[in-house]
């Protein structure tokens, strides 16, 4: 079992590799390659995305308050080195940041620096599925991008998309790190207290994480009464 969320300086050195197998997987991946996942983007899209993120992000965490997103600066002709220093911006900040000191986020929990911590780690961790990089994710840090999804994003879902519907307890489980979450059904779907669902869904960790993110992925093995996980997990949960 995972203990979930990690502590948030333990997310640091696992940024810092993500973000370095993303730079590698700029400087030699082919700019115009297209991006599956993400309709319409290349591999150079995705990358001016990604570095934007992490240089507002890095904004955020600095000044504790909210910023305006500036994504029309392209990154120059040097994409992989100028990701690498928007990269180098964030983990700065970061290592610079107390955790508990207070911040705005978006999502639904305590308004503290520590939420940066975790979600750039999985705005990388996904983004780098995207890239094709060959890059192994740590099944513990796919369960607990699971978790984000569903404690923070599906929470906040309706300031992005109608609230998913679920009829009766759900259960996700991963086959390979032994976590489960049960979803509760309510406006929108809830994580509660283990319940006998109705319906459970089973993938890896890491399956699971890109399923929930409406990447290409193996879906999830489903039981009980599939129409119910199937309806819950065609929504998106995610901007």
Known sequence: MTTMPFPARDYLPVLRELTGAFAEALRVGDPAAKVPDCAGWTLADLGTHLGHVHRWAAAVVTTGEPQSQDFEAGPGADQASWYAESAGLLLDALEQATPEDRCWHFGGTEKTKAFWFRRQV???????????????????????????????????????????SLAAPLALRTTDTGDAWTLHPGEPPALGPAAEPAATAEATARELLLHLWKRSATPPRLSGDTAIAEHFLRAPFTA
């Open 122 to 164: 999985h705005e990388t961790a996904v983004h780098l599925a995207d890239s094709g990089s060959a890059y192994v994710l740590d099944p513990a840090v796919a369960a607990d991008g699971v978790d984000e999804v569903l404690g923070v994003w599906l929470p906040r879902v309706t300031r992005w998309h109608a609230a998913p």
